[in-house]
């Protein structure tokens, strides 16, 4: 049964950075693609970093580019999410999900959810 468990959200003033981790369990992960999407109130759940478990490759919504990094460390089956010069508009519930469909930005795509954690980032 496959697990994944979301750590690291919080209140952050805007500019400011958090790092969320999700730490995953239940099966090896090579061949999967981990991703971080979230969703706001009213709004659709997107798409927000993905990256491939075997070889690393990762890919950013354009929102997001050149602020936030997707992370894994294999021999601790963790995935991080580094996000830097946080906005308003970043505030959201993030979640961790994996998918079988390499390199998917497309949230039907993924097959397991983590819980969700708040992100809240304040003027």
């Known amino acids: 049964q496959v697990q994944l468990v979301e750590s690291g959200g919080g209140l952050v003033q805007a500019g400011g950075s958090l790092r969320l981790s999700c730490a995953a369990s239940g099966r090896t992960f090579s061949g999967y693609t981990m991703g971080w999407f979230r969703q706001a109130p009213g709004k659709e759940r997107e798409f927000v970093a993905v990256?491939?478990?075997?070889?690393?490759?990762?890919y950013y919504a354009d929102s997001v580019k050149g602020r936030f990094t997707i992370s894994r460390d294999s021999a601790k089956n963790l995935v991080y999410l580094q996000m830097n010069i946080l906005k308003i508009e970043d505030t959201a519930v993030y979640y961790c999900?994996?998918?079988?469909?390499?390199?998917?930005?497309?949230?039907?795509?993924?097959?397991?959810w983590g819980q969700g954690t708040q992100v809240t980032v304040s003027s």
């Open positions: 990256i491939t478990w075997s070889g690393g490759l990762t």
């Open positions: 999900a994996c998918s079988q469909s390499w390199g998917s930005r497309v949230p039907r795509e993924y097959d397991y």
